[in-house]
Structures are given as structure tokens and as C-alpha cells.
């Protein structure tokens, strides 16, 4: 790995940079002729979704849109490199555990299914059939079928989570935590009480329509890039877009379009935060609040829309009014006259949106926060209007998908009596594990065999030394999987690694290729048809591997598993009979940019149960309140977990952090530089991080401290690397989301502890 270097970036996001970073990363993978043609297929009508982030495809576009992070999410996929048996035959497991996780990724596609050896420690090649045999017997073995847990990631397609939810509940099991426990679950879970569904309200159209955008903890410029075009757009407008982030993210001050050559010329791009307020990390639910009390006071209120369609406004009316100004501020870390400014803003816009990620939901108060900024668009009838409403920006490319259809641990009642008529079973019908509810059942045994459809569960998520501990009891663990990770080589007494197509392969089922579906974070549901040859001609596509396993650990099943997968047009027709909004499922699909689920609020229809939208609110809580405070007289900072521009969660593409200015390495820590100072450090400081919770510390070893412009007491590093920080039991109020945004944290020297 090169060496720490740390230069501060002032150049826009996007542009020249963008572009060399882009070709670097089709060099690296050995695919830059194939790969430019690839990118031409992505996102486009005819072609595959790019399996980087879940922002939508715009209608209007005829050329792709290029994104340099969605270039790193195909090539690292379309990649030369092949790992097989040969390299497993060379390189044990202990070998392996010592390779980085960069390293691990970087190896290239897996090509074979394998199996793991305990007398060579060596994974070793083992026949599709002989790998279904032994998840079949492990899974037969169980006295419960509780004990088994069946883990999603969000990049598995629609078809093959409904194939695969209905295996686990065949099976005998609701245990299907996924990836959005630890993302978006306080979205998912708050909203539908507060308007009837968990999912964004806004369409890609209502971005042109917007005269003011409300934007809450997420990083665009990094995580989904192909929405700075339509800031710019949004922005040239005239249209006010306010940024709320403890950090100074340039992706969200200035963009440069790499495929607008004027731009390009100049290198000058256009503004897209027109205001940039950077609160305390976790303070939102107060600025929330402080909007609320200001409409309440000196706004103007869509009096009408709450009279017609609303309850509860006199709960919230009384509680934000009974909250001082002082504490709002406090709590924020915003100024008095910031909210003033805000307020106004916000009052005199006609059609808002409100945006968030990952900087509101992995938060203790999660819930309630989403629910305080849905009360602001109430207020002003910000929703079911062109232009305005909520959304909230998921994460993985079809994770809003999975959910839709079915990949939940708390199923709806409804889906499983659909479920039960159309394949003629009775499902589970007790709520099964989520992701820490897993962990702690590894943890003790009551879970036995973990299978994961995708993603890399040892790393995604916290207090990752308990986690390894506890997979590593399971008596079989299963990766269905394109690349090497952490979850393989942390493996159970029993371990498959199972190679998978990815979205860019051509999947062919009985002589045919076949589509498979995914859906947006604007609900729009399209199909995705891959283009080049499968990396080995042993790879299964996800929805075979599924049938596979559910023919040979089923014998009794009345589904036809393997009829289904020979045309996924039969899995499509079952979902229509299975899933609201799915009618007619394969006409609609095949419409060239699919189509728009019916979302309610859209119209103005509230499936609550009072049948309207529902303000929800509660006392502000200070978010330190409930915070473990060390015995020590170490100062005590808040510390977040952040991505940098150069990953994919737990899949690291690089050591390049380019619009934060760090390049070289990742264990670093961010710091205000009067904290710095007040500490006694200075730039590059070595440190070890201690994160306190009251079942004990955790520690995090030799990081480098940088200067930043982050507010005082807060702080921020990595994920995954960071993991080992974030203790199981500290998690949004009922959603269970890890508080990934939000660990007390105190630092010392590096190895003053082993002194
Ligand atoms: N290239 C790339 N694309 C991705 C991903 C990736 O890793 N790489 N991951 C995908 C996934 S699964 C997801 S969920 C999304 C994640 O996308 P984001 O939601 O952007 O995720 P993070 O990088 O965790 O960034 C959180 C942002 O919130 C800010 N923040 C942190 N705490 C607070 C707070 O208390 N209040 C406020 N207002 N802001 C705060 C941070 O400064 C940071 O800018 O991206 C998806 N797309
Ligand atoms: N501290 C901290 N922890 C976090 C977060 C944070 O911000 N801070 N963010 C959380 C969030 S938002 C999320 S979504 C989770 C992510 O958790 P996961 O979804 O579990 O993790 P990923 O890193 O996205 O999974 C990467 C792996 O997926 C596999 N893969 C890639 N493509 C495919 C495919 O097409 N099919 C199959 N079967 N496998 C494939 C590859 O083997 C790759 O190694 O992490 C969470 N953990
Ligand atoms: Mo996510």
C-alpha cells in the first residue's frame, strides 16, 4: 500500500478527475476496450442497471450517463481477473485471512463453486450437485427451521429474492435479515405511520418541477454521482438546494459534467449547494424540529391540505412550540439566525423535496427524525404535489426491490396469505430474526447454518469481532457470491462458496437468455438484461442456484422450482398474483423503461390506519443524553462512519479518497483542527480509537489523525474499517439499525495502551 498523503481538494466533483479515474479503473481490470462499450449498455432501455446505486434513469437520455463510480461498480464485476481452484489450491485459508480486504476483491471473479477442506484448511472444488446435497442435509439436520438464517444484500434481482423468500418460507422460516436493517430500515419502518408507505413519494420528473430541495446526510458526488446531474440541472434553474452535513462534501458544492465538453474546457462547473449548514452529527431531529417551530410561528401554513388530510398537529404544534429556541440550537449545533434563514427559505418555496441517506437513518433517534421531516412537508402540503415530497435515497441498486418482494424478517400478513394460496403452503407466520437479532442467535448458538444471498455480512456489519466469533460456530455457512470476502474466509465448520452471474452477464436459462427486474428509489420497476459472456462457464444465475436448492432440500414442495427458472416471464407471473402492484407484471416490464408502482401518497390517498397522514412527534432528545459516558477524563467526540470515493461498501476499489484530499491508506480520522490542537495533535498524529459503550470498550488501532472542516466534537473515519467500533447493542430506537453515524469515541496516543 503507498504512503498516507493528505492534500486538500478544491477543484469541483466530477470532471477531468472523474474521467482519468474512470479509465484507471477499466486499466486496472484488464477490460478498457470491452469495458467502454459495456458502459454504453448501462442504464439504458436496452441493456443492464448498473449495479452501482439505486438512482433512477432518466427518461430523456439517449447516450449513457456516465458516472465514474458506477464505471468502478461494472468493471470491478466485468473484470479480467479469475480466481480458481488453482489459486485456492495454492492459497490456504490462513493464507488468505491475511490478505486485505482490497486484496481479497481484487483477485478477481470467482469461477467454481468450492468447498471448504478443515484437514488442508483449503477451500476445494466440489460439484453443484454434491454443494445443494449438503446445504439440503445441514438444513434437514436443524431441529428448528428458526435455526437457519438466509441473508440478503440489496443486488439481488426481483425474481430471485421472491424465488428466495419463498425457499426460506417453504422452508420453515421468516429469518431473512438483509443489507436495509443496517440502511434505510428507520425509512421503511417510520414512514408507513406516518403516510402509509416506506418508500420515497417523488418521481425523477419532480426534480425539474422542485423550486427549493432540502438535502439531509448523504454524499452524492460518492454515492450516487448520476444525481449531480440532476442538482446541476436543478440548480442552473434557480432552484434553492440547502445542504445539511457535518461535513464540507465536494461533491455537493461544485460539479463539473464530464460529458459537457464546455465544462470540461473551463473546469468551472456550476454550484449546487446554494446554502450549506453543518450541524452537529445527529442533530437533525432538532433542525427538523426548528423548522417546524418556525413555520408554526412566523410561516405560512398549507392549512388547508392539513385540515383535509392530516391528524395529530395539535400534538406537534404543542411540542415544538414547548421546545426552547436555546435547546434547538444547541442540539443542531446551528445558529439562531440559521434557522431564520432556513425557515424562510423553506416557507416561501412552493413545491419542496426533502432528500436523505445513510447521515439520518444510523442514528438512535432515526426514527423519529424521519418522521419530524415528513411533519415539515405536511406542514406545507409537500406532498402529492408536482415537485415536492419525500426522498429518501436507498442504497443498493434493487435493495427497495427486495423488499417489495417479500425479503422481509416481519412480512406483512396479507403477503403471506397471497403467498400461501398461490404455492399451496402454510408460511411461518412469527417475525424472524433481522440483522442484529442474527448475530446475537450466532452468538448463542440458537442459529446454525448462515446463507448469504450475496453481500458480506463478516464486514457490513458492527462490532465485528463478536460477528466473526459467531459465524465462525455456524455448523455450515453459504456465499452465493461473484467475488471473494471477509464472510469466506470467517466460514463455519462447513463453508460453500457458491459463484454467481452478475447483472452485466447473459444469463441463459433453457437455451434462452433471460431479464431479470429491479426498482429504483423512486419505485419505477425495470428490466435489466446482461450483455457479455458469463466470467466461467460454471457460473449458476442467482434464480438457479435458488431452484437448485430448494428442489433438493424441498423434496415435498408443490412449487415446479425448476419449470420456474427455465423462463423468468413464470417467476414474473407469479409475482403478479403475489405482490400489490405487480399486475400484469411481464406486459408492463417489457415497456422500455418499465413502469411506476402506484404509490398513494401521490395522490393523496393515506393508507394509515386513521386513513390520513399523521403528524408524529415527540420531545427533542439530546443525543448525548443516553450516551455511555467513560469512567476516564477523556473528552468524549462523536464519531461516523462514512464511505469513501473509493469503495463500494465493503468491496474496496482503492486507497483514493479524491475530493476529501486523502490518498494512500484508510485509517484515518477526521478532526476539527482546534480539536486537534486542544488534543496535542498535529496532522498524521498516530492514534488508537476507543469507542465506550456499557458492556465495555472496543478499540481501534493506529489511525492518522487529519485536519477538517467538521464542527468540534465530532469526528469521522471509514467504513468497514471502523466496524470494530460500533457496538451490536447500540441501535436506532425499533428500526435495529447499527448507530453507524454515532459512536462515543476517546483517543490516545498509538500503543499507549500496550505500555
Ligand atoms: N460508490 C459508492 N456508491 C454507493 C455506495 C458505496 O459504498 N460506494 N453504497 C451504497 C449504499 S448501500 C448506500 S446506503 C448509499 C450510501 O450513501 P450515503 O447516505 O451518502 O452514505 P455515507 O457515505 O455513509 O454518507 C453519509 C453522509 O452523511 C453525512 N452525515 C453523517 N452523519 C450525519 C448526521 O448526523 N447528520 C447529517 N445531516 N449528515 C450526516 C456524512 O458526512 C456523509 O456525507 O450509497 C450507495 N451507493
Ligand atoms: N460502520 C458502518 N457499517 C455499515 C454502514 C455504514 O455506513 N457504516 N453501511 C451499512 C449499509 S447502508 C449497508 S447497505 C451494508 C452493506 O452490506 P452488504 O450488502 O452485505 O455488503 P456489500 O459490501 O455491498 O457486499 C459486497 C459483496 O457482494 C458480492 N456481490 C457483488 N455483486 C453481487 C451479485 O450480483 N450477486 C451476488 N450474489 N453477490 C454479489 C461480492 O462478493 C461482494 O464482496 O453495510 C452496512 N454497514
Ligand atoms: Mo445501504
Not at 437457519?148 to 420453515?172: K, V, W
Not at 459534467?257 to 474546457?265: H, I, K, S, T, V
Not at 418522521?371 to 406545507?380: A, D, G, R
Not at 470515493?645 to 494512500?664: A, C, K, L, M, W
Request: aromatic share 8%; with cysteine.
Amino acid at each position: 500500500m503507498a504512503e498516507l498523503k493528505f492534500h486538500p481538494y478544491h477543484q469541483p466533483a466530477g470532471g477531468w478527475g472523474a474521467l482519468r479515474a474512470s479509465m484507471h479503473s477499466l486499466r486496472q481490470q484488464g477490460i478498457l476496450t470491452e469495458g467502454t462499450a459495456l458502459l454504453l449498455k448501462s442504464n439504458q432501455a436496452e441493456g443492464f442497471d448498473c449495479p452501482g446505486c439505486a438512482w433512477p434513469d432518466p427518461d430523456a437520455h439517449s447516450t449513457f450517463e456516465f458516472c465514474e463510480n458506477g464505471v468502478k461498480a461494472v468493471a470491478a464485476e466485468a473484470t479480467s481477473k479469475k480466481v480458481t481452484a488453482d489459486f485456492f489450491a495454492q492459497h490456504s485459508v490462513a493464507w488468505l485471512a491475511q490478505q486485505s480486504d482490497y486484496d481479497l476483491e481484487e483477485f478477481g471473479r470467482l469461477t467454481e463453486p468450492m468447498l471448504y477442506n478443515t484437514a488442508s484448511d483449503h477451500y476445494e472444488p466440489v460439484s453443484w450437485e454434491n454443494a445443494f446435497a449438503l446445504i439440503a442435509s445441514e438444513l434437514q439436520k436443524l431441529d428448528s427451521p428458526n435455526q437457519a438464517i438466509f441473508y440478503t444484500s440489496g443486488r439481488t434481482s426481483n425474481e430471485a429474492a421472491f424465488l428466495y423468500q419463498l425457499f426460506a418460507r417453504e422452508f420453515g422460516t421468516n429469518n431473512m435479515p438483509d443489507c436495509s436493517n443496517m440502511c434505510h430500515e428507520p425509512t421503511s419502518l417510520g414512514m408507513p405511520e406516518s403516510i402509509g408507505i416506506g418508500k420515497g413519494t417523488v418521481t425523477l420528473e419532480d426534480f425539474d418541477h422542485a423550486d427549493t430541495l432540502l438535502l439531509f446526510g448523504h454524499n452524492p458526488g460518492t454515492n450516487h454521482p448520476r444525481m449531480l446531474g440532476t442538482l446541476r440541472d436543478a440548480a442552473k434553474r434557480g432552484c434553492r438546494i440547502l445542504v445539511f452535513n457535518p461535513l464540507r462534501e465536494r461533491g455537493l458544492q461544485r460539479f463539473v459534467n464530464p460529458q459537457d465538453p464546455g465544462e470540461m474546457l473551463t473546469n468551472h462547473g456550476t454550484e449546487i449547494a446554494t446554502h450549506y449548514y453543518q450541524p452537529r452529527i445527529g442533530g437533525d431531529y432538532a433542525i427538523a424540529l426548528g423548522i417546524v417551530r418556525y413555520l408554526l410561528e412566523q410561516g405560512t401554513l398549507d392549512q388547508d391540505f392539513i385540515d383535509t388530510h392530516t391528524q395529530g398537529f395539535a400534538q406537534l404544534q404543542s411540542i415544538a412550540l414547548e421546545t426552547p429556541w436555546a435547546d434547538i440550537e444547541t442540539e443542531s449545533g446551528l445558529s439562531h439566525a440559521e434557522f431564520m434563514e432556513i425557515g424562510q427559505i423553506y416557507d416561501s418555496g412552493k413545491a419542496s423535496i426533502i432528500t436523505w441517506g445513510m447521515g439520518i437513518t444510523q442514528h438512535k433517534h432515526a426514527v423519529a427524525t424521519i418522521q419530524m421531516l415528513v411533519n415539515v412537508l405536511l406542514l406545507k402540503g409537500n406532498i402529492g404535489k408536482e415537485g415536492a415530497g419525500a426522498c429518501p435515497i436507498r442504497g443498493h441498486s434493487n435493495v427497495q426491490g427486495d423488499r417489495t418482494m417479500g425479503i422481509w424478517e416481519r412480512p406483512a400478513a396479507d403477503f403471506l396469505d397471497r403467498l400461501a394460496t398461490e404455492f399451496d403452503f402454510e408460511p411461518p407466520r412469527e417475525p424472524g430474526y433481522d440483522v442484529i437479532g442474527s448475530i446475537a442467535a450466532l452468538e448463542k448458538g440458537e442459529a446454525k447454518v448462515f446463507f448469504g444471498m450475496g453481500g458480506n455480512f463478516a464486514n457490513a456489519t458492527p462490532d465485528t469481532q463478536r460477528v466473526h466469533t459467531a459465524l465462525s460456530q455456524c455448523a455450515l455457512t453459504v456465499h452465493v457470491t461473484t467475488k471473494l470476502n471477509r464472510s469466506h474466509i470467517v466460514h463455519g465448520k462447513n463453508a460453500l462458496i457458491l459463484p454467481c452471474l452478475g447483472r452485466t452477464e447473459i444469463d441463459i436459462q433453457n437455451g434462452k437468455p433471460q431479464g431479470i427486474t429491479v426498482e429504483d428509489s423512486m419505485s419505477m420497476v425495470h428490466i435489466s438484461e446482461g450483455m457479455r459472456a458469463p466470467a466461467s462457464p460454471h457460473l449458476k444465475s442467482e434464480c438457479a442456484i435458488i431452484a437448485e436448492l430448494a428442489a433438493a432440500t424441498l423434496p415435498d414442495s408443490k412449487t415446479p422450482w425448476r419449470e420456474l427458472v427455465q423462463d423468468y416471464d413464470r417467476i414474473r407471473e407469479r409475482i403478479s398474483r403475489v405482490v400489490a402492484g405487480f399486475e400484469d407484471f411481464n406486459a408492463r416490464v417489457h415497456h422500455p423503461r418499465g413502469f411506476h408502482l402506484d404509490l398513494p401518497p401521490r395522490s393523496r390517498r393515506w393508507t394509515t390506519p386513521s386513513g390520513k397522514a399523521q403528524f408524529i412527534a415527540q420531545p427533542l432528545k439530546s443525543i448525548t443524553e443516553d450516551r455511555f459516558v467513560p469512567q476516564s477524563s477523556a473528552r468524549v467526540f462523536n464519531l461516523m462512519t462514512i464511505r469513501s470515493h473509493d469503495q463500494y461498501n465493503t468491496t474496496i476499489y482503492g486507497y483514493e479518497d479524491r475530493y476529501r484530499g486523502v490518498s494512500g491508506a484508510r485509517n484515518i480520522c477526521f478532526m476539527h483542527p482546534d480539536d486537534m490542537a486542544e488534543m496535542g495533535f498535529v496532522e498524521n498524529s498516530p492514534v488508537d480509537i476507543i469507542s465506550h459503550w456499557t458492556d465495555g470498550e472496543r478499540m481501534a488501532r493506529n489511525f492518522r489523525i487529519l485536519p477538517y472542516d467538521i464542527p468540534r466534537s465530532c469526528v469521522a473515519g471509514y467504513y468497514p474499517e471502523l466496524n470494530v467500533l460500533v457496538p451490536l447493542s447500540s441501535h436506532a430506537d425499533r428500526a435495529n439499525t447499527p448507530t453507524s453515524k454515532s459512536i462515543p469515541v476517546t483517543f490516545q496516543v498509538a500503543g499507549a495502551y500496550d505500555q
